[in-house]
């Protein structure tokens, strides 16, 4: 036996304990912001919040089930799906990256639309979801905004959409530009028949998202310390050669900007948004009669 | 003025021209036949080059510090050009520019970005690259025309908005996302002419028009391809690669039915002659205004909103 090997069988026996302490990744979660490690039932009820008010990126379903009456969302045009129209193709073409983002998150693109209760309340809702694709916008997020959109327009009940979106998809050039001007033509319309919209900007809404439909609410609401920017704090550092301050472009600083209206806890969402579009829309009466 | 890269073996046989032109005038030596040979072998060169740009070599000519610009472009095309300025809530933004004027029998707005030409005036301008107010600038003189019964002109030449601290913090990304939204609401024509670059939401940001023309050689992208290089290959000198992929040339985006009409710029490119260039925008304005004047007000605001609600490629299954 060679002094190497020695020094090999040493490297193992390491390894075996390690996996051997390793915890269950489906029982704990660490907390990127306190580092705590959570029990992940606890998490799980607590709304994926940490006691230390860090705010879990969660799935669409999550947010659903989270946000509205059980059992009461029904989704709309689930049958969209994306095109590799460009051949695009990076370190991996458009086409894997779709196929892979598909199998992974169980939806054909980013985002989900379709009509929910809230608090009894009918409402139109679109919620993104951060894991298919950095949430970015490509046709099928711009086509089915505009639909949710339309939607609003014809049954006058108020639009809900929560943002999670790193910005447009540079897979599809300069269509998915055109996205935003599209999404953001039909929220025009919407506001011709005065039916409230309040966006909801979670971690992190980014890019053409947040220059586009994101920005646009009458009431724009954020969750605490989500990642609200045009330009990424990368890009910014680059560009100014300095480092940027702690907090910078998070929701508390947006708020103190006068870009939202409110941050609102994820415990404290539902409340906050049944009483508002209560509040606002001027159809339900004439709906309900 | 330096050649551009690919130029070069051309801008190096011109030398060889004048030197000769200047050897002959010297020694008293007709050397008129070679002179002219040269000189057809150089106006054939050009034709090569020019007809067989990549478009990494476009966005070198789209980005070229003579391109024709906002400023110049409103002077040569308009009677009585008046400048306007200020968003009356911050300050105003030298990045986008702005005025009225008349066009043939037309009383027009006129709104774009300005990059600046010499050093100086690019960092007064910031390299055309605009904070929110320029922006809000830029919707306060669409309202304005509005009011007034007065079409609108946008033309585009933008790296893309700045991505800055102050830029962030007075709502950059509220400011385009507004623009976009009130421009579908516009009851004049509006008309964009990407005559440079077209960068991003930056550019959209004035560009939300009822029908969009191209120079030649403008480029229009979702992300310019040194920014779409580094993120998505993590390698910046991809970015001729990216160019290819993101098809973001005049071509390409008349081919994607975004944009309605190439203009044709002269051999070389229009950075050589402001004034064919200028003609030709003010002959193909005058003719989509005769056009869109015809229609009603909330024909134009259909027409507008109809192109931009028909942007996308997906599929479906059509409805049993």
Request: aromatic share 6%; with cysteine.
């Amino acid at each position: 036996m060679s002094i190497l090997d020695w020094f090999n069988k040493n490297k193992l026996k390491k390894t075996d304990q390690a996996s051997r302490l390793d915890i269950p990744g489906d029982l704990w979660m660490k907390c990127p912001s306190c580092n705590d490690t959570l029990y992940l039932k606890d998490l799980e009820q607590n709304k994926k919040v940490c006691h230390c008010n860090y705010h879990f990126r969660i799935s669409p379903e999550e947010r659903i089930a989270m946000h509205f009456d059980n059992g009461s969302f029904e989704e709309i045009e689930p049958q969209i799906e994306a095109i590799d129209f460009l051949k695009f193709k990076d370190t991996q073409s458009y086409e894997i990256r779709l196929k892979k983002a598909k199998e992974k998150t169980k939806h054909a693109d980013a985002i989900l639309i379709g009509t929910a209760k809230l608090n009894h309340l009918p409402v139109n809702i679109g919620v993104m979801d951060f894991s298919f694709m950095g949430g970015s916008m490509g046709s099928v997020v711009g086509e089915k905004i505009t639909r949710i959109i339309e939607n609003a327009i014809d049954n006058k009940f108020p639009l809900i959409i929560f943002t999670s979106s790193g910005g447009a998809r540079m897979q599809e050039g300069i269509m998915s530009l055109m996205q935003m001007a599209k999404t953001s033509a039909a929220l025009q319309k919407l506001a011709d028949v005065h039916v409230p919209y309040i966006s909801v900007l979670c971690d992190p809404t980014t890019g053409g998202t947040s220059a586009s439909f994101a920005m646009l609410g009458d009431i724009n609401i954020a969750e605490p310390g989500a990642l609200i920017s045009f330009a990424g704090p990368r890009v910014i550092e680059q560009t100014i050669r300095q480092k940027l301050p702690k907090g910078f472009q998070r929701s508390e600083f947006l708020l103190e900007k006068g870009m939202l209206d409110m941050v609102v806890k994820r415990q404290n969402m539902k409340d906050t948004l049944s009483s508002l579009v209560k509040t606002l829309n001027p159809h339900y009466e004439r709906v309900a009669k | 003025m330096k050649p551009l890269e690919f130029e070069k073996p051309l801008d190096d046989l011109y030398t060889k021209i004048d030197e000769l032109k200047q050897l002959s005038q010297e020694s008293n030596i007709d050397l008129s036949t070679d002179i002219t040979a040269i000189e057809k072998r150089a106006e054939k060169m050009k034709e090569d080059i020019y007809s067989s740009l990549t478009p990494a070599q476009i966005i070198q000519i789209a980005r070229h510090p003579n391109r024709p610009n906002t400023l110049s472009l409103a002077q040569l095309l308009c009677e009585e050009f008046t400048e306007l300025k200020g968003d009356r809530c911050f300050r105003d933004d030298p990045s986008i520019v702005g005025g009225v004027g008349k066009l043939g029998p037309h009383r027009v707005m006129i709104i774009g970005h300005q990059k600046g030409a010499d050093t100086k005036e690019k960092i007064k301008r910031n390299f055309g690259m605009p904070h929110p107010e320029g922006y809000r600038k830029g919707l306060r003189l669409m309202k304005m025309a509005d009011k007034f019964d007065m079409p609108i002109i946008t033309f585009i030449d933008t790296p893309g908005a700045y991505p800055g601290k102050e830029a962030e913090e007075r709502g950059q990304a509220e400011a385009i996302a507004r623009n976009l939204k009130e421009m579908i609401g516009i009851n004049v024509p509006i008309l964009t002419v990407v005559i440079g670059e077209g960068g991003s939401g930056g550019a959209l940001g004035i560009a939300v028009a009822n029908r969009i023309l191209m120079l030649e050689y403008a480029v229009y992208s979702v992300i310019s391809p040194e920014g779409c290089a580094s993120i998505l290959f993590r390698d910046a000198s991809r970015a001729e690669y990216a160019a290819e992929k993101l098809k973001m040339t005049a071509n390409d985006i008349v081919e994607l039915g975004i944009a309605d009409k190439i203009l044709k710029e002269p051999l070389g490119g229009a950075h050589n002659e402001w004034g064919a260039i200028a003609t030709s925008i003010k002959n193909a304005l005058l003719e989509e205004l005769d056009d869109l004047l015809k229609l009603s007000k909330e024909e134009i605001k259909n027409q507008r909103y109809n192109k931009f609600r028909s942007f996308g490629k997906f599929k479906e299954p059509k409805p049993a």
